[in-house]
């Protein structure tokens, strides 16, 4: 667990030598990286999005690609194609961009839905098929993918099967005048993204990860994950609420966010910091909630507020010792 923070200390800081004043968008994307997930960054132009992707790829010492999505880009531009080899008289196939470890997918709703869905097997099941063979993607497999929500002219919206695939989402927004004053002063010059050295590579992710799997979920959290979730199944302002995958993917968000704290078990506290980027972009508003300007996050917020945290020891940061000793003593 120290290799872990301490690995992911370099990474981070890192990736906020070109995101600057951004430290929780940076650290939802690398417990989205440790959860073995998938990153939609959505935000209007100009803020970072693709410049966030494209750091976190090249902290990491591995493979990396990247695709521009538009309206002419076709599903076999992505996973490959099979050509017909005239000296053995054989196919053989060629690997598209999606054969990397980081791919970083910028404007993704520029492209057709047919294209879209290409990427669908790749997220879920991280193989691709191609003339009814299979090939499998290395690990680790992560999808960074950026959308402008805001001129929508030519796109085409995710739909919930693509989005659902996305353990988390998130708005970097608008910096504040000090941290925008620090870019000036350090990015006016030169590009902070060329200077940009590795500090981990894919085994040491691969490692990573295995651990973030071994963190404790009690009983009592993983009552209360499902619980959460299915809260959103009931709520009258929604029209579709979150999925049981979204449920797989939020005990994972939970237990990297626990390593991430330094810890080897999850208290609600975790589930809480990301309820939000894991729920919200899943969850589909009926026309009145969006007449009455009602928010996913918001729905989400409340619903943290309203569901019973389970009882015991390690409720707040206070009484965290006390939980770990009473989770050792269970185990």
């Known amino acids: 667990m120290p290799e872990l923070h301490a690995t992911a200390s370099r990474i981070a800081a890192n990736v906020e030598r070109v ?33 966030l992707a494209k750091a976190l790829a090249r902290s990491i010492d591995c493979s990396v690609s990247r695709i521009q999505f538009t309206p002419d880009l076709l599903p076999s531009d992505i996973t490959g194609v099979s050509i017909f ?20 997918g910028d404007e993704i709703n520029r492209a057709s839905p047919k294209t879209q869905s290409a990427l669908l097997e790749c997220m879920e099941e991280h193989q691709v098929t191609v003339d ?15 959308q402008n929500p805001v001129e929508m002219e030519g796109t ?88 049981p995958r979204s449920t797989l993917h939020l005990v994972r968000a939970a ?14 506290d975790d589930v809480h910091a990301v309820a939000v980027p894991v729920l919200a972009h899943r969850l589909v508003l009926t026309a009145e909630a969006q007449a009455a300007r009602r928010s996913p996050a918001d729905l989400v917020r409340g619903l943290v507020q309203r569901v019973p945290v389970p009882q015991g020891p390690g ?17």
């Open 19 to 51: 995101l600057v004043g951004k430290p929780e968008v940076v650290r939802i994307a690398l417990v989205t990286l440790l959860a073995e997930g998938h990153l939609l960054v959505e935000d209007v132009p100009g803020v970072g999005k693709t410049s």
């Open 85 to 104: 080899n005239r000296q053995n008289s054989e196919f053989e196939f060629r690997p598209g961009p999606v054969f990397a470890n980081i791919v970083v």
């Open 132 to 146: 009814g063979r299979s090939y499998t993607l290395d690990s680790p497999f992560m999808v960074i993918a950026t």
């Open 156 to 243: 085409y919206a995710l739909p919930e099967a693509q989005r659902d695939r996305f353990t988390a989402r998130v708005s970097i927004g608008y910096p504040d005048p000090q941290a925008e004053l620090a870019m000036v002063d350090e990015h006016a010059g030169h590009d902070p993204m060329a200077d940009l050295k590795p500090v981990s590579d894919a085994e040491r992710v691969r490692q990573l990860v295995a651990t973030v799997r071994e963190v404790h979920l009690s009983p009592e959290i993983r009552r209360y994950t499902v619980e959460l979730v299915s809260a959103t199944r009931r709520l009258p302002e929604l029209r579709l609420g979150a999925s």
């Open 255 to 268: 237990r990297a966010q626990a390593a991430l704290s330094g810890r080897e078990f999850v208290v609600p």
């Open 315 to 331: 409720n707040s940061q206070g009484q965290s010792q006390q939980w770990h000793a009473g989770l050792r003593g269970a185990r």
